[in-house]
């Protein structure tokens, strides 16, 4: 999925960009506690703040 291809649900716009949540955030293996996780990315857009797309950014601490 390119960010050209993308087409807002909610409001039709074609404006889309990306952010990550990391930090406390980050998301982990349920059976493990002590790991950092992985930051996730969103690709959402710019207009309405409708997401369009939720990634794991490092599927290595899995």
């Avoid at 074609?14 to 996780?37: C, H, L, Q, V, W």
């Avoid at 990634?55 to 601490?61: C, E, L, Q, V």
């Amino acid at each position: 999925m390119t960010q050209q291809e993308l087409v807002c649900k909610s409001c039709g716009s074609e404006s889309f960009t990306k952010g990550e949540m990391s930090g406390y955030a980050n998301i982990r293996p349920i059976d493990k506690i002590f790991t950092n996780g992985s930051p996730v990315i969103f690709t959402f857009c710019k207009n309405c703040g409708e997401v369009a797309s939720i990634k794991i950014k490092n599927t290595k601490k899995f």
